[in-house]
């Protein structure tokens, strides 16, 4: 608690400076926030959902926060592009926890799409902050309400009624700095009745100094509306990844997620998916690849408050040398759920004896007429099947990458994206053989 009396004190010194630049719905949210992280502080791994995973330490460092909005994002194109060859995007950037899109970009869109920053956003749709800002994140824990606390601006995405966005939305999450650093990161999404898109966030780092960032994100997907959300992480071993996902599906909605962290340091991902209409579907889908001391975190909650919704959850985990993975996933079928179909399968190998898996399935039926499973699985390579490789002709090394291949194939299969699906299974494949480099047209280590 002694290092959440420090953010306490923070906040409460500046409190003035952390509201200048914000809108009054910001503002007003901050102080129910802030009451709620003042009781608790940070959370321990006395904790149930913090069992196997001590965040509070990662709070510890002297880290810098620009409270005064000193920094702002620059046009980054020229160093750091995170091209998806063949791809065709409408993309942004976000320079610590500063958003910037190019107007070129934001006129690719169909008329009546909104992107730009809350505070943007605020001044000419206020009525759209005040009823969506806030309302999924307002339940989330702690770390949740740290961010509610301090955050000053964000990132808005409106899909209006019956609008297809063609392009893929990409947003390039970057970290630039020669200081140790914390960023607020804040996402809002709306997808209006029978409207449709695709998002890829991607988080990267371009400096070796501690950084830490937290990500909060609302979705809100309207009756027969549909979104298509792709995250990637190619982090750095210095940084601290806490990312919160909260999605609200209406009636027919489909809502399809990936999650895949091929470079980190230590990340804790929280996705809660409420199906609060009928006939919606979710699928959520993750694949977390550690080595060294790295550590990944994925927790999910598939709420499924209607009837005739399905759910479709897959989690697999390939560790090595002595990084730690743990998977807590729950499907929670309320009693008006009727005609429910879910599936959870989460599968996980553990390539060394130091290696560590900590895996919780969980399944909560309040419901009597529904199709649901769960299972979990952790085990090594399968030794028979390395062995009738090399008898014939493959070296042991080549065989090893095979199957790691393959068993992470199942997950990137899932992406529709065609031209993201073929990026992902090369850099998988570079990952496993040790020679990973960042995202082609990055110029930064070059």
Same mark, same amino acid.
């Given at each position: ?275 609060? @209409?009928?006939? /919606? %579907?979710?699928?959520?889908?993750? *694949? ?7 550590? +990944? !975190? $994925? ?93 014939? @002709?493959?070296? /042991? %090394?080549?065989?090893?990458?095979? *199957? ?7 997950? +990137? !299969? $899932? ?32």
């Amino acid at each position: 608690m002694e290092c959440a009396q420090e953010y306490i004190r923070l906040f409460e010194d500046n409190r003035a400076l952390i509201d200048e630049p914000c809108t009054q719905k910001l503002n007003d949210e901050r102080e129910k926030a802030f009451a709620r992280f003042k009781s608790s502080g940070f959370p321990t791994p006395k904790e149930e959902n913090w069992l196997h995973t001590n965040i509070a330490k990662k709070f510890e460092t002297n880290y810098g926060i620009d409270l005064g909005r000193k920094a702002r994002a620059k046009e980054v194109k020229g160093s750091f592009t995170c091209d998806v060859p063949n791809l065709k995007t409408v993309r942004g950037y976000i320079v610590n926890d500063s958003f910037i899109i190019a107007e070129n970009d934001r006129n690719k869109l169909p008329e009546g799409v909104l992107i730009g920053n809350i505070n943007e956003i605020a001044q000419h749709h206020p009525a759209l902050i005040e009823r969506f800002y806030n309302t999924l994140a307002e339940k989330g824990d702690s770390i949740v309400q740290f961010n509610t606390s301090f955050i000053q601006d964000g990132i808005v995405l409106y899909v209006p009624k019956n609008t297809i966005i063609e392009d893929t939305i990409q947003i390039v999450a970057l970290l630039q700095t020669n200081v140790d650093i914390l960023t607020n990161r804040r996402l809002l999404v709306i997808m209006e009745e029978n409207s449709h898109a695709s998002l890829l966030l991607c988080d990267h780092s371009s400096t070796d100094r501690k950084s830490l960032s937290i990500e909060v994100s609302e979705v809100f997907i309207g009756r027969g509306a549909s979104l298509d959300l792709y995250e990637l992480e190619e982090t750095t071993e210095s940084n601290t990844r806490l990312g919160n996902l909260f999605v609200n599906q209406e009636h027919d909605s489909r809502f399809n997620h990936c999650n895949i962290t091929l470079t980190n340091g230590f990340t804790r991902n929280y996705i809660g998916v409420t199906l609060n @209409g009928e006939g /919606a %579907e979710t699928n959520v889908n993750g *694949l977390a690849i550690g080595d060294k001391k790295q550590h +990944i !975190d $994925n927790r999910t909650l598939v709420e499924h408050k209607k009837g005739h919704c399905t759910s479709n959850e897959l989690y697999k985990y390939i560790l090595d040398e002595e990084s730690v993975g743990v998977f807590a996933g729950k499907m929670l079928i309320h009693t008006d759920a009727q005609q429910t179909m879910s599936q959870q399968t989460n599968r996980n190998l553990c390539l060394t004896s130091c290696a560590r898996m900590y895996a919780q399935p969980q399944l909560e039926i309040y419901a009597d007429d529904v199709k649901c499973s769960h299972g979990s699985t952790v085990g090594q390579l399968d030794e028979n099947a390395l062995f009738y490789m090399q008898q014939r @002709g493959i070296p /042991a %090394e080549e065989a090893r990458h095979l *199957l790691m291949y393959a068993f992470a194939g199942e997950v +990137i !299969d $899932n992406i529709k994206l065609e031209p993201l699906r073929e990026r992902l299974h090369i850099l998988v494949e570079k990952r496993f053989r040790g020679e990973l480099n960042h995202c082609k047209g990055c110029n930064l280590c070059k």
